[in-house]
């Protein structure tokens, strides 16, 4: 079956420093997106992807978040001055019919100290 | 606008009880209404899901129901087993394409 894959599995990093998150989504699907869930609670939209744009983005994807396809396989999120409330779960995911056929990545771990 | 309430946030069942879990919503054009498992560490991961055009669809063990008018969806889980034992999370999709709003979620333990 196929798979979402997230590289790395966990990442520490310092406050302030500059984080890449990386996914590899199901080769057919159109469609991409990235979540993040803090340890805890739900699970959080972050941003869509489609046609190489974003679609839409939530208000907690701000100025220092970015995504990025750089190469038709990869699909990458990047923050650029860590937090420590950005410490969390955060999963990529990829359907190839919006909302439907949802396959979730199985999550990188950041933790900002 | 966006709003999903998903009930009771723990249930603890007897191996061998059902389970049922509630998700309100408010979005009138959804159409897709879906269940996640999620296990501790573990990606969420699609159990069943069910279109508007239906109002119950099951799959061995587990069951969705719909009442479009009244806005909600629940899970049934028949004949509880302890590898049930997980957070359980609706996820309805908003107005906007794609995209979907997680419940609260519900943590579900089946004591053997």
């Known amino acids: 079956e196929p798979e979402v894959t997230q590289t790395p599995s966990h990442q520490v990093t310092q406050m302030g420093q500059e984080v890449i998150l990386r996914c590899v989504p199901i080769?057919?699907?159109?469609?991409f997106y990235w979540y993040r869930q803090i340890l805890g609670q739900k699970v959080e939209f972050l941003v869509s992807?489609?046609?190489?744009?974003?679609?839409?983005k939530s208000e907690i994807f701000d100025d220092q978040f970015s995504v990025e396809r750089p190469d038709g396989s990869n699909f990458t999120l990047k923050i650029r001055s860590t937090k420590l409330e950005d410490s969390a779960m955060y999963f990529c995911?990829?359907?190839?019919?919006?909302?439907?056929?949802?396959?979730f990545g199985s999550g990188t771990r950041l933790t900002v100290v | 606008g966006e709003n999903v309430e998903q009930h009771p946030s723990t249930l603890s069942v007897q191996e061998g009880d059902s389970a049922v879990i509630k998700c309100t919503y408010s979005?009138?054009?959804?159409?897709?209404f879906p269940w996640y498992k999620q296990e501790l560490g573990k990606r969420p991961q699609l159990i069943i899901d069910?279109?508007?055009?239906?109002g119950e669809k099951k799959d061995q063990r587990i069951a969705v129901t719909l009442n479009k008018t009244a806005k909600h969806f629940s899970l049934h889980i028949t004949e509880t087993q302890p590898e049930d034992s997980a957070v359980y999370f609706c996820?309805?999709?908003?107005?906007?394409?794609?995209?979907?709003?997680f419940g609260a979620g519900t943590q579900v333990v089946v004591t053997p």
């Open positions: 995911a990829s359907s190839g019919q919006g909302s439907e056929g949802y396959t």
């Open positions: 080769s057919n699907h159109l469609y």
């Open positions: 992807f489609y046609n190489n744009e974003i679609s839409e």
């Open positions: 979005d009138s054009a959804s159409n897709y």
């Open positions: 069910i279109r508007s055009n239906v």
């Open positions: 996820a309805p999709p908003t107005d906007s394409w794609g995209k979907l709003q």
